[in-house]
C-alpha cells in the first residue's frame, strides 16, 4: 500500500524559504508523478505543483519562479524548495502520489503546515 509522509513546514518571515520533503513507500517515482497541494484555513484545496515520472515539472502561477519541484528516484521522495516566502502562502501542504506518469494522484499525506508571517 502506497503511503507518502512530509516534512520540513514551519514558521518564516515574508521573503523567507523552506524546503518541504516527502517521502513515498511501495511506490515507485519512475513510472508516476508525485505532486504537491496547499490549503489554506477556510479555503479549498489547491494545486501547487507536480513532478512526472519523466521528471518533467508544472506549477501553479502562484508558485512559478519562487518553488521548485523535484525528487529523487532511488529514495522515491520529492521536494519543494519555496523561496520568496509570502503571507498567502500560508497553509496546509500535502504530498500526493500519482496513479500514471502525469498525474492521478489518489494517496495523500497527512500534510505539514507553513506559516509565513508579515
Known amino acids: 500500500q502506497v503511503q507518502v509522509v512530509e516534512s520540513g513546514g514551519g514558521s518564516v518571515q515574508n521573503g523567507g524559504s523552506l524546503r518541504l520533503s516527502c517521502a513515498a513507500s511501495?511506490?515507485?517515482?519512475?513510472?508516476?508523478?508525485l505532486g504537491w497541494f496547499r490549503r489554506a484555513a477556510g479555503k479549498q484545496r489547491e494545486w501547487v505543483s507536480s513532478?512526472?515520472?519523466?521528471?518533467?515539472?508544472t506549477y501553479t502561477t502562484a508558485a512559478e519562479g519562487r518553488f521548485t519541484i523535484s525528487k529523487d528516484n532511488a529514495k522515491n521522495t520529492v521536494y519543494l524548495q519555496m523561496n520568496n516566502l509570502k503571507p498567502e502562502d500560508t497553509a496546509m501542504y500535502y504530498c500526493?502520489?500519482?496513479?500514471?506518469?502525469?498525474?492521478?494522484?489518489?494517496?495523500w499525506g497527512q500534510g505539514t503546515q507553513v506559516t509565513v508571517f508579515p
Open positions: 500526493a502520489a500519482g496513479v500514471w506518469c502525469t498525474g492521478g494522484f489518489r494517496v
Open positions: 511501495q511506490f515507485d517515482a519512475t513510472r508516476n508523478a
Open positions: 513532478i512526472y515520472c519523466s521528471g518533467d515539472t
